[in-house]
C-alpha cells in the first residue's frame, strides 16, 4: 500500500495479524497524508451470524494453542532474562569484591612506601650501626660453634637409636609372623564353624520340612476321611432315592460296571428312540399340552371379547349412520325451506329436490308466483333470473355450513337493478343474522344504492 504512488478513493485497508490470532491492523492515512497503522482487538461479543460450530471450536482451539505457545516463548524469555539478571547480579557482586580487594592491596602498598621511606630516613640518620652489626656477627659464630658440637653429639645419638631401631624391627617382624600363622588359624576355624553353622540350618530346615509334611499329611487325611463320609452320605441318599423308585435289583455274578454303565447306555438309547417317535417324554407331552389348552382358551376368550367389540362397533356404526341420515335430511329440508323462503323474496317461487343416494341436487325456478305450472329449470332462465336464484341457492346453503368467512366475486354481473337490489338486501340481512361470520362481496357494479352502516363497509 505504501511502495508506490497512493491509490486513488483508498482511504484505509484492513488485515488479519498472523501473528495475533483474532486481531487485526489497520492501515491508512492520516490528516496530513502520512502513512499510519493500529491494531484492531479481537471482537469479544457473541457471533452476530450463524456459523459452523465445530469451524468455531476448531479456530479457538487453534488460538488457545497459539496462545499457549506464546506463553511458553514468553516464560522461556523471562527465564532467559532472569539468568541475564542474575548473572549480572553476580558480576557486580565481583567487581565490587575485586575493588574492595585493590583498595586493600592499594593501602598495603602505601604502608610499604611509608615503611621504605621511614628505613631510608632511618638509615640516613643512624651512626655506628656497622660496629654494632660486627659484634653481632661475631656473637653468632660463637654460637655456631657451640651447635656444631651439639649437632655431632646428636649424630652419635641417632646411630645408637638406629641401631636400637633395627633390633625393635626383628622382633616385630618375628612377631608379625606369629600373627600371620595366628590369623590363619583363625580363619580355619572360622570356615569350619561356619561349615557347621550351614549344616546346623539345613537340619533345622530339613526337620521342619518334615513336621510339615506331617501336618499336611494330616490335614489330607481329614480331608479323605470328610470325602469319605461325604461319599457314603450320598450312596446311602442315592439308595434312598432309587428305593423310592423300585427296589433294589440284584446284579448277577460277573458283572462289572463297564457292562452295566454299556446296558444303562443301550436303555437310555431305546428310551430317547421311543420319546422321539411319541414326540418327546411324559414331562415334555404334558407341559406342551398344558401349553397348548392355555393358548386355546386365551385365543377363545379373545375371539368372544373381539366377536362383542365387533357388535358393539357395528351397533355404533348403524347408529352413527342413522344419526348422518337424519342430519343430512334436516340439512335438505332446512336449505329447501330457506331457498323458497328467498325466492318469495323477489316474489319467485320453485323448489330444491336432493337424491343423495344418485348425488343429484335439482332446481325448478318460475318467476312469477301467480303461474300454476312445475317450474322451469335453471338452464330456460334468464340472466338475471339465474343469477339471482344461484344467490339464493348459495345463501340457503351457507346456512348449513360452518365456513366463518364466505365470499362471492362479480355475482351481479348479468343482473338488473331490481334484482341486484334485492340480492345485495338479502345477503346483507343474511350476514347480519349470521353472527361471527364474515362476508365478502366483490363486484364492478356501483354501490352506490346500498346503506352504509357500522357492520356494512365498502372497499372502492
Wanted: charged share 30%.
Amino acid at each position: 500500500m505504501y511502495d508506490n504512488a497512493r491509490l486513488l478513493n483508498v482511504k484505509q485497508c484492513f488485515s488479519v495479524n498472523d501473528q495475533k490470532p483474532g486481531w487485526g491492523i489497520r492501515w491508512g492515512y492520516g490528516r496530513g497524508g502520512e502513512p499510519n497503522s493500529a491494531p484492531i482487538p479481537p471482537f469479544q461479543g457473541r457471533p452476530r451470524m450463524k456459523t459452523d460450530i465445530e469451524s468455531q471450536i476448531s479456530y479457538q482451539r487453534e488460538t488457545l494453542q497459539h496462545l499457549k505457545r506464546e506463553l511458553n516463548e514468553l516464560e522461556r524469555h523471562y527465564r532467559d532474562l532472569q539468568t541475564n539478571v542474575t548473572r549480572c547480579e553476580q558480576a557486580v557482586v565481583r567487581n565490587r569484591r575485586q575493588h574492595t580487594t585493590l583498595q586493600v592491596e592499594m593501602q598495603q602498598a602505601e604502608e610499604t612506601v611509608e615503611k621504605l621511606q621511614e628505613s631510608l630516613e632511618q638509615e640516613s640518620v643512624e651512626e655506628g650501626r656497622l660496629d654494632a652489626l660486627k659484634a653481632y656477627l661475631r656473637e653468632t659464630q660463637e654460637e655456631k660453634a657451640i651447635h656444631e658440637g651439639s649437632y655431632e653429639e646428636s649424630v652419635n645419638a641417632i646411630d645408637k637409636s638406629n641401631e636400637t631401631l633395627k633390633d625393635v624391627r626383628e622382633q616385630l617382624q618375628a612377631k608379625g609372623q606369629t600373627l600371620v600363622e595366628s590369623e590363619a588359624k583363625v580363619k580355619r576355624l572360622e570356615a569350619k564353624a561356619l561349615k557347621l553353622s550351614t549344616q546346623r540350618q539345613a537340619a533345622l530346615h530339613e526337620k521342619n520340612s518334615a513336621i510339615q509334611r506331617i501336618e499336611d499329611a494330616k490335614q489330607d487325611k481329614g480331608m479323605i476321611e470328610n470325602k469319605q463320609q461325604a461319599m457314603l452320605a450320598r450312596v446311602k441318599d442315592f439308595t434312598e432315592k432309587a428305593s423310592k423308585v423300585s427296589p433294589r435289583v440284584p446284579v448277577d455274578a460277573g458283572e462289572t460296571t463297564d457292562s452295566l454303565e454299556k446296558k444303562l447306555d443301550k436303555l437310555n438309547g431305546d428310551l430317547a428312540k421311543y420319546q422321539r417317535q411319541i414326540g418327546g417324554d411324559r414331562k415334555e407331552i404334558a407341559e406342551q399340552a398344558a401349553a397348548a389348552f392355555v393358548a386355546w382358551k386365551t385365543a377363545k376368550e379373545q375371539v368372544v371379547h373381539l366377536e362383542e367389540l365387533a357388535q358393539l362397533l357395528k351397533a355404533a356404526l348403524i347408529d352413527r349412520q342413522d344419526r348422518w341420515r337424519k342430519f343430512r335430511r334436516y340439512i335438505s329440508a332446512r336449505a329447501r325451506s330457506q331457498f323458497t323462503y328467498l325466492l318469495s323474496e323477489r316474489s319467485f317461487r320453485g323448489s330444491l329436490k336432493t337424491d343423495h343416494r344418485r348425488r343429484i341436487l335439482e332446481l325448478h325456478v318460475e318467476p312469477d308466483e301467480t303461474k300454476t305450472g312445475k317450474g322451469r329449470i335453471t338452464k330456460t332462465l334468464s340472466g338475471g333470473e339465474k343469477s339471482f336464484s344461484t344467490i339464493c341457492l348459495l345463501l340457503s346453503l351457507w346456512e348449513a355450513m360452518g365456513s366463518p368467512i364466505r365470499c362471492l366475486d362479480e355475482f351481479d354481473v348479468f343482473m338488473d337493478n331490481v334484482n341486484r337490489d334485492v340480492s345485495m338486501r338479502m345477503m346483507i340481512v343474511a350476514a347480519r343474522r349470521s353472527v361471527g361470520r364474515q362476508y365478502i362481496l366483490i363486484t364492478p357494479q356501483s354501490m352506490g344504492n346500498v346503506d352504509v352502516a357500522a357492520d356494512v363497509k365498502i372497499i372502492k
